[in-house]
């Protein structure tokens, strides 16, 4: 992981944990200029991505971050937000007791308990991109494009060729076997749920999402694959994110 930091300390913190493929600092940059309001904000790079080093697994990403933000006594955070691969560090940032978390923000988080079927499933999908890639190895993907536009679908190619299959195989084994630990109504309150009305990884959290977290915000996003609304509506998607926050916050 290498941590991205910006603004000052004396503001409200705010973490964001960024999805597959994408960096910290490329959400940064795409997400900093729709906030309202000043904060300081930390949008790591984790590993396999930007410029940190290899990924090992959401237990190590986690204990760096953690280690980082302990080491610099800031132990009080307005918003843990997590997209896709970012959900597996910011679950556990939100519902670790050690820090003061306002509020959670998690987007296409695949919330269960054995996730045999959906490893399987990304592994088929990261040998297959990477495969396209080295059979055009100029060329970014159209489907890419067609989801989350040529910004980001440019960041997320120059990531997945950086990733060996070894981190592709432990980022698939992070995003598959990640469930939140028991959460009190109050805490389900301060949590907020997205996800696209086609994304995968709602049909594989349905049964979680009803049996331990009935009191958190949930929000589907019509017509939306995983994680697309957010690159297709980032003004509206940050506005209404900060608006939870400071809600979550009074």
């Not at 960041?155 to 076997?177: C, F, P, V, W, Y």
């Not at 749920?193 to 594989?204: F, V």
């Amino acid at each position: 992981m290498k941590i991205n930091e910006y603004g000052d300390r004396g503001d409200p913190t705010i973490i964001l944990m960024a999805p597959l493929l994408v960096s910290g600092s490329d959400l940064y940059r795409a997400m900093s200029p729709f906030f309202r309001g000043t904060y300081h904000i930390i949008a790591p790079d984790q590993g396999g991505h930007g410029k940190a080093e290899p990924y090992i697994s959401a237990e190590e990403e986690y204990a760096q971050l953690k280690s980082y933000l302990t080491e610099h006594g800031i132990s009080q955070i307005h918003l843990a937000y997590g997209a896709s691969l970012g959900t597996t560090v910011a679950g556990r940032l939100f519902s670790d007791p050690d820090f003061e978390v306002g509020c959670g923000w998690l987007d296409g988080a695949v919330l269960q308990k054995k996730g045999g079927l959906v490893e399987k499933y990304m592994n088929s999908m990261f040998k297959s991109q990477k495969k396209g890639l080295e059979s055009h190895p100029g060329k970014i993907p159209a489907s890419m494009v067609k989801s989350y536009g040529i910004v980001f679908a440019r960041q997320m190619t120059g990531n997945l060729k950086r990733l060996s299959q070894k981190e592709a195989e432990a980022i698939s084994h992070a995003m598959s076997h990640f469930d939140l630990p028991p959460l009190t109504g109050r805490a389900q309150k301060k949590l907020h749920l997205d996800y696209g009305e086609k994304d995968a990884s709602l049909k594989y959290s349905k049964k979680e999402l009803a049996a331990s977290l009935p009191g958190a915000e949930l929000v589907i996003r019509k017509g939306c694959i995983h994680c697309s609304y957010m690159a297709a509506h980032m003004k509206e998607y940050v506005r209404q994110m900060e608006q939870f926050m400071l809600d979550s916050n009074e």
